[in-house]
């Protein structure tokens, strides 16, 4: 039977037990309880740039969340490549500050208020900052073309980065995923690349050829670490374009990534997602080695009138029992099974045919009808676990801005009528994680 939860609908002070085994390799002495409102908002983000009207806020932090280990009311936020838009042909995007750096933000909780402290900016193992310039080819090109919104091409830039996932290892450093490449990319604590990992990567580190097949603008959206410290499990947010988009049309097939820090070697597992008109998956956090929370989504705003139907979901998925479907020979197809791709096969019954296990999946929260009196947001991209008993989730805003056909237009959530803002939203579970 599915759990019943709520909402944390008043602030109460929720502190970390001698018994909280998520807290991986963190110590907890000097942990001093945290007081946690049901939602906390970002306050006075600056205003990066103005075009026709419409405010383009920084803002943008909320593709992903970590907590700080040490100061449990410290909560890193990241952004993605920057300020953007579909553009007026296939598989083009309008930058309206292609100078931007993919970063992360360090904000403080203080009662319902996020403030902004510091910012680490992205940096290649050289100390130069980032971009969020689509990759050439050879090096994670996507196919996309980024236009200024005078209509100029912009460069392609191999150090170009759209950053979707970030997690924590245990000496400071971090990594983050992308939905170029896809990269996994370690940063030390000044943000200074240390490694960036992908399919074509030189040596003998990388990450399996497949994952290159993925979707533009749907990569590597989510990336965790296990409590170990060992191993980094990423989820793709979409199924592979694999062979093409038009031979997995209606497959719900989604590869997560198993990969060892150490060795370079991975492994590959199969999470079925709910439909196959969702932008799907936004983020994964791990509980234990084998257990995760993973967070799924379509792209509509929440209102009171959808809230029954749309899907903003967090799951606990297990892969024991899972089918490793790796590819020894690391094809561009990756492993075949009677001849067609894992994402061909499409769904359980096609799954099963063949042998193949998915990963189990549980309902934990439903946020269309947990959060009180409505999720208002479209993107739910970050996750963390607070304790056993309490989950944080937050949104992307899209530095306040949305828009098609290369025109910005504000970012307003329908059911507030109000530009969208970076908030973490805290929900308290009834029946504990572990």
């Known amino acids: 039977m599915k759990s019943k939860l709520h909402a944390v609908l008043a602030i109460g002070i929720v502190g970390l037990s001698s018994c909280d085994k998520y807290d991986h390799f963190f110590p907890k002495p000097h942990d001093k309880p945290v007081e946690y409102p049901s939602v906390a908002e970002a306050t006075n983000p600056k205003i990066l740039a103005t075009i026709n009207g419409v405010n383009l806020y920084n803002g943008g932090f909320g593709s992903s969340m970590a907590q700080d280990p040490s100061d449990k009311s410290i909560f890193y936020l990241l952004t993605d490549r920057g300020p953007n838009v579909v553009g007026t042909i296939a598989n083009s995007i309008v930058l309206a500050t292609p100078d931007f750096h993919p970063q992360i933000g360090k904000f403080k909780l203080k009662g319902n208020r996020l403030t902004l402290e510091s910012i680490i900016v992205l940096k290649n193992k050289h100390g130069i900052e980032l971009n969020g310039l689509p990759n ?88 965790t670490i296990t409590p170990d410290g060992k191993t980094l499990v990423g989820i793709m947010q979409f199924p592979l374009y694999n062979p093409s988009a038009a031979a997995i049309q209606g497959s719900l097939a989604i590869r997560i990534l198993v990969f060892d820090i150490a060795s370079g070697s991975s492994k590959q597992y199969v999470y079925l997602m709910e439909n196959p008109n969702l932008q799907a998956v ?153």
């Not at 996994?184 to 074509?200: L, Q, S, V, W």
Request: aromatic share 8%; net charge negative.
């Open 136 to 223: 050439p080819a050879g090096a994670g090109a996507t196919g996309e073309t980024a236009y200024t919104i005078n209509g100029s091409i912009l460069p392609s830039s191999e150090e170009g980065v759209d950053s979707e996932g970030l997690t924590f290892a245990p000496d400071g450093s971090f990594w983050i995923s992308d939905e170029y490449g896809p990269h996994i990319i370690h940063f030390d604590k000044a943000g200074r690349t240390i490694e960036r990992i992908n399919p074509f990567s030189s040596g003998s580190r990388k990450l399996p050829l497949v994952l290159a097949r993925r979707r533009p603008n749907r990569g590597m959206e989510g990336l």
């Open 282 to 434: 936004s983020e994964i956090v791990a509980i234990n080695k084998n257990t995760f929370l993973v967070l799924e989504r379509g792209s509509e705003f929440g209102t009171e009138s959808n809230r029954q139907s749309i899907i903003k979901r967090i799951y606990k998925i297990s892969l024991e029992g899972a089918t490793n479907i790796s590819d020894p020979a690391n094809s561009a197809s990756g492993k075949l099974f009677a001849g067609k791709t894992v994402e061909e096969l499409k769904d359980a019954a096609g799954l099963a045919a063949n042998g193949i296990v998915p990963v189990t999946k549980t309902l934990v929260v439903d946020l269309l009808k947990t959060i009180d009196p409505v999720y208002p947001h479209d993107k739910a991209e970050g996750l963390a676990i607070i304790n056993s008993k309490m989950i944080a989730v937050c949104n992307d805003d899209d530095f306040g801005i949305t828009g098609s056909n290369g025109v910005y237009q504000q970012k307003i959530l329908p059911a507030t009528n109000s530009v969208d803002a970076n908030r973490i939203y805290f929900i308290r579970l009834d029946t504990p994680l572990y």
